[in-house]
């Protein structure tokens, strides 16, 4: 009988330090696997200017029968490379994960035994992130807590990052939806199905710095809040009742007071407090807009240089 083909896909970004590491990592997670299944590593490129993409190549030379790699033309950032991963991957099951060692790839075992019990998603979550700098950790409380207000009815699991495992239905579900600036973790929750979770500890980077700089984290923030839903545009009806309040108490404070310094310091206070309002709706707005533009030129969110499929993956063909 024909075995069943699960794939990982791993994003990689001026990784060289961590390819071999990562990879014997996974590879030794696969031998536990392959009496069952056929397995397949799609490593993604994601437009490295180091010998990311040579020592793919490399270590692909010894296992051509498991290592695929999907190269991009240029750094288009994670999103994009998970998605590039997710189009070439060809897996009945396929699993996403940092390629940086803080996604043990031993978890992986676990997650095939929640898909194999009939989950068609498999969430990892984290149950430390003390490996996690004070910055990143309280960055993330916020976001987790400003999406969560928003997310109305999607369940979204604020210790959990991009490690998971879809099976074939979830992935082209996930395929199949329209959006050209999807965010993977809102995507997920976005198309429900039967979906269990399984916990971990996150390690610290094997090797290497972050690949997210300030603005790109603040970048991707915007992202999320503002592809989960509208209510952020909706709520912006608040400023109304709050302008309103400050104009009347600043009137009442006219007429009580006589001191001329005190209703010039009130005044001014108003009126920052004001155009405060005024330029977040603006922002907010114009981000929107951002969204609509982006979507509207439809263009892709990754673009394949090169695809080099495993012969595991032919087999299938
Ligand atoms: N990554 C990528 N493209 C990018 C940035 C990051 O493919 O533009 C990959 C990176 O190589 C790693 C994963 O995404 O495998 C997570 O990145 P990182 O560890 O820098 O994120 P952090 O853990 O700091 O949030
Ligand atoms: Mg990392």
Known sequence: MKKKLLSVIAPMFNEEELVFEYCTATLQVFEHLHKQYDCELVLVDDGSKDKTLEKMRQIRQQCENIITIVSLSRNFGLE??????????????????????QDPPVLILKMVKAWESGANIVIASRTKRSNDNFFKQVSAKIYYALLNSLSGQLNLDKSAANYRLLDRKAVNQILSLPEVNGVFRISVPFIGMKTVTVEYDRAKRAAGKSKYSLGSMIRYALDSLTGISVEPLRRLIWTLPITALIALVSIIGMFVSTDIWRVGFMLSLVISILFFLLFVSI???????????????????????????????????
């Open 283 to 317: 922002g907010l707005i114009g981000e929107y807009i951002a969204q609509i533009m982006i979507e509207v030129k439809g263009r892709p969110t990754a673009i394949i240089y090169e695809y080099l499929p495993c012969e595991n993956a032919k087999k299938g063909e």
């Open 80 to 101: 994009g490379a998970v998605s590039a991963g997710l189009r070439k991957a060809s897996g009945d099951a396929v699993v996403v994960m940092d390629a940086d060692l």
